[in-house]
C-alpha cells in the first residue's frame, strides 16, 4: 500500500505571494492533518479535515488555510507569505478523526518552503 | 503550560553501542505517550506508543519506558546501527484530538561508524 504523498517536495517563494501544498492521504484513510516543523518549535498542529470537514484548528492566523476534497486529497494554502513561514510542512494520515484515543498518524515526507 | 522537554538535544554513540534518550513531560491530563523517529527528509514513523497503565513496550531494538508518576520516559537502542542516526520525538497527547499533541524538540542521534 503506497504512503502519504506531499508535492512538490521543495518550494521557494518571496515574500507577499502564496502557496498551495497537496497531499494524498494512504489508501482508505480519511483523516489528513497538517504539521508545521521548524527547528526551534518543533511539530506545531495546523489543522486537521475528516471527510472533506475541518476537525481541529490549531494557533495559526488566518493566512493558513487548507481543504479536503472527497477522495480525501487534501490541499493547504498560505497566503501573504512571511519569512517566518519557511519549514517544513509534514501531512499525516489517519484512518479515523483524532476523536479516537490512540489513532495512529501515518506521515508523509514533507514540503520544505523557503521563504525569500 | 503543556510541555514536553527532550535531552540531550543531541548525541554521537559508536555502531554497536546502547544509548537512552530522555522525555519529561508536564501535560495534563495524560492519554498516552508516544515515540517517533525521523529520517533526515522524511516524515515522524511511529515507534512505540505507551497508555497510563503501561511502563515498558518494545519494538525491536527500541524499548520505551514510561514512569506516571514523575512524568517521564526514556526510549533505549541496542546494539546501535548506522541506520539509527535519525531524530527522536516525544509526543504526549493530552487528550483526544490531534491539536491536543505535544511534540518535543526531538534529539537528534548520530551512530558512528
Known amino acids: 500500500k503506497a504512503g502519504v504523498t506531499q508535492t512538490p517536495r521543495y518550494l521557494i517563494k518571496t515574500r507577499g505571494q502564496q502557496v498551495t501544498l497537496s497531499c494524498s492521504p494512504i489508501?482508505?484513510?480519511?483523516?489528513v492533518s497538517w504539521y508545521q516543523q521548524t527547528p526551534g518549535q518543533g511539530l506545531q498542529f495546523l489543522f486537521e479535515?475528516?471527510?472533506?470537514?475541518?476537525?481541529n484548528k490549531g494557533n495559526f492566523p488566518g493566512r493558513f488555510s487548507g481543504r479536503q476534497f472527497s477522495n480525501s486529497r487534501s490541499e493547504m494554502n498560505v497566503s501573504t507569505l512571511e519569512l517566518g513561514d519557511s519549514a517544513l510542512y509534514l501531512c499525516?494520515?489517519?484512518?479515523?478523526?483524532?476523536?479516537?484515543?490512540?489513532?495512529?498518524?501515518?506521515f508523509g515526507p514533507g514540503t520544505r518552503l523557503l521563504v525569500l | 503550560k503543556n510541555q514536553v522537554e527532550q535531552s540531550p538535544q543531541s548525541l554521537i554513540i559508536l555502531e554497536g553501542k546502547n544509548c537512552t534518550l530522555q522525555c519529561n513531560y508536564t501535560v495534563s491530563p495524560f492519554s498516552n505517550l508516544r515515540w517517533y523517529k525521523q529520517d533526515t527528509g522524511r516524515g515522524p514513523v511511529s515507534l512505540t506508543i505507551m497508555t497510563f497503565s503501561e511502563n515498558t513496550k518494545s519494538n525491536g531494538r527500541y524499548t520505551a519506558t514510561l514512569d506516571a508518576d514523575t512524568k517521564q520516559s526514556s526510549l533505549h537502542i541496542t546494539a546501535s546501527q548506522l541506520s539509527d542516526s535519525a531524530s527522536y520525538i516525544c509526543?504526549?497527547?493530552?487528550?483526544?484530538?490531534?491539536?491536543?499533541?505535544?511534540f518535543g524538540t526531538g534529539t537528534r542521534l548520530l551512530v558512528s561508524p
Open positions: 499525516a494520515s489517519s484512518l479515523w478523526s483524532s476523536g479516537r484515543v490512540g489513532e495512529t498518524q501515518y
Open positions: 489508501s482508505g484513510h480519511r483523516s
Open positions: 509526543v504526549v497527547s493530552g487528550d483526544t484530538g490531534f491539536q491536543k499533541l505535544v
Open positions: 479535515y475528516f471527510s472533506e470537514t475541518q476537525r
